[in-house]
Nanobody, 120 residues
């Protein structure tokens, strides 16, 4: 059993910053690619940022230069530092990871989501 738990969401003014964290727990053997997605009600879930096991990162064009994804392999965590936030960044943010457990081959797991609201 694997769980991903996000934290760090909240209400912030335009131009402000937030840091989201996601911790993976359970019978984890290895964690490969980790990602952050976001979703606005009534729309599809969009990929925001990706970090591979070696540290390579990619970002959606809409967040390049403002968001930074990072991971701590020793703690099985992934973070998303969000700076210069805009109202259009308002969404539920979900972490996602490809994890191999002691009994299950590589499988993608999702967190429950954390709400980010950017408003004055």
């Amino acid at each position: 059993q694997v769980q991903l738990v996000e934290s760090g969401g909240g209400l912030v003014q335009p131009g402000g910053s937030l840091r989201l964290s996601c911790a993976a727990s359970g019978s984890i053997f290895s964690i490969h690619t980790m990602r952050w997605y976001r979703q606005v009600p009534g729309k599809q879930r969009d990929l925001v940022a990706t970090i591979r096991s070696g540290g390579d990162t990619t970002y959606a064009d809409s967040v390049k230069g403002r968001f930074t994804i990072s991971r701590d392999n020793a703690k099985n965590t992934v973070a998303l530092q969000m700076n210069n936030l805009k109202p259009e960044d308002t969404a539920a943010y979900y972490c996602n990871a490809d994890i191999r457990t002691l009994t299950v081959n590589l499988q993608t797991y999702w967190g429950q989501g954390t709400q980010v609201t950017v408003s004055s």
